[in-house]
T-cell receptor, first 111, second 113 residues
Framework: GENVEQHPSTLSVQEGDSAVIKCTYS??????FPWYKQELGKRPQLIID?????GEKKDQRIAVTLNKTAKHFSLHITETQPEDSAVYFC??????????FGPGTRLSVLP | DVKVTQSSRYLVKRTGEKVFLECVQDMDHENMFWYRQDPGLGLRLIYFSYDVKMKEKGDIPEGYSVSREKKERFSLILESASTNQTSMYLC????????????FGDGTRLSIL
């Protein structure tokens, strides 16, 4: 079955700097890759997703890139702000309905 | 806005008790899911359901069962609770077509004493 790894497990950046979180997956048939943000004590919420027919997608300060050959995808956050501090989860899906999640990255944006 | 409601935010039960966690969604979603979330392990799928009365095992179904008698409600059952089932439990739902995001509830923090 699918296995999703995520790095780093923790990440600290200065406010205004960029943050990058990388995920790798094992199932070459996976074709849908969402990213979730979970603030402390709150539910995970979808922030961006990408499908396998697209190499990059951007939404304001966040972007996701996908390399299908290497089987990895990354989340990029630019101009980080304190409210970006949260745990971020990547996920991969081959049927677009069932997801396998990565273990999460705790991002801390330092003022 | 999608609303996924879990019946309890915090729950404390004793070893051996039968525990019910309830989840209700209001968006007519076909799919519903139960995950447990543990530090360093992310979200692990316990059970999911594609339709009423249908259920499929996820990655860690042992010690759990589920019930989906109505489309909007998906229940997780711990048949005989054990201390290693102390965890955060998250319910999610989604439409039954490809590439649809899952929408999560607020979670139930369950402690088994």
């Amino acid at each position: 079955g699918e296995n999703v790894e995520q790095h780093p497990s923790t990440l600290s950046v200065q406010e205004g700097d960029s943050a990058v979180i990388k995920c790798t997956y094992s199932d070459s048939a996976s074709n849908y890759f969402p990213w979730y943000k979970q603030e402390l004590g709150k539910r995970p919420q979808l922030i961006i997703d990408i499908r396998s027919n697209v190499g990059e997608k951007k939404d304001q300060r966040i972007a996701v890139t996908l390399n299908k050959t290497a089987k990895h995808f990354s989340l990029h956050i630019t101009e980080t702000q304190p409210e970006d501090s949260a745990v971020y989860f990547c996920a991969a899906s081959r049927d677009g309905q069932n997801f396998v999640f990565g273990p999460g990255t705790r991002l801390s944006v330092l003022p | 806005d999608v609303k996924v409601t879990q019946s309890s935010r915090y729950l404390v039960k004793r070893t051996g008790e039968k525990v019910f966690l309830e989840c209700v969604q209001d968006m007519d979603h076909e799919n519903m899911f139960w995950y447990r979330q543990d530090p360093g392990l992310g979200l692990r799928l316990i059970y999911f359901s594609y339709d009423v009365k249908m259920k499929e095992k996820g990655d860690i179904p042992e010690g759990y069962s589920v019930s989906r008698e109505k489309k909007e409600r998906f229940s997780l059952i711990l048949e005989s609770a054990s201390t290693n089932q102390t965890s955060m439990y998250l319910c999610a739902s989604s439409f039954g077509t490809d590439g649809q995001p899952q929408h999560f509830g607020d979670g139930t923090r369950l402690s088994i004493l």
